[in-house]
Nanobody, 125 residues
Framework: QVQLVESGGGLVQAGGSLRLACAVSGRTVSSDTMAWFRQAPGKEREFVAAIRWSGTGTYNLDSVKGRFTISRDNAKNPVYLQMNSLEPEDTAVYYC??????????????????WGQGTQVTVSS
């Protein structure tokens, strides 16, 4: 059984930083594209960033605006999301995703087979 477990969320003031991590069990993900999505109350799940097995990252620039960095370390937790200069608009539940089924569309939530339970990120103004 594949399990993804996110960690690192919490409450932070605007301008602060958080680093999210995603641990995977039950599946080897070293060759997978992995991604982070987020969902704010009353909104649809939104793509944040994805990373290929090679380490190449793809971002939702409208949301991230150069503030977030996705990285991976297949030897430990396979994917991280470093979030800097956080804004209240970043408040959401952040989800880790794996098992991309459409290689050229890593920004679509429906293209991922496996999801974590999410970690809450709250940014106060």
């Amino acid at each position: 059984q594949v399990q993804l477990v996110e960690s690192g969320g919490g409450l932070v003031q605007a301008g602060g930083s958080l680093r999210l991590a995603c641990a995977v069990s039950g599946r080897t993900v070293s060759s997978d594209t992995m991604a982070w999505f987020r969902q704010a109350p009353g909104k649809e799940r939104e793509f944040v960033a994805a990373i290929r097995w090679s380490g190449t990252g793809t971002y939702n620039l409208d949301s991230v605006k150069g503030r977030f960095t996705i990285s991976r370390d297949n030897a430990k937790n396979p994917v991280y999301l470093q979030m800097n200069s956080l804004e209240p608009e970043d408040t959401a539940v952040y989800y880790c995703a794996a098992g991309l089924t459409a290689y050229y569309s890593p920004n679509r939530a429906s293209n991922y087979a496996y999801w974590g339970q999410g970690t809450q990120v709250t940014v106060s103004s």
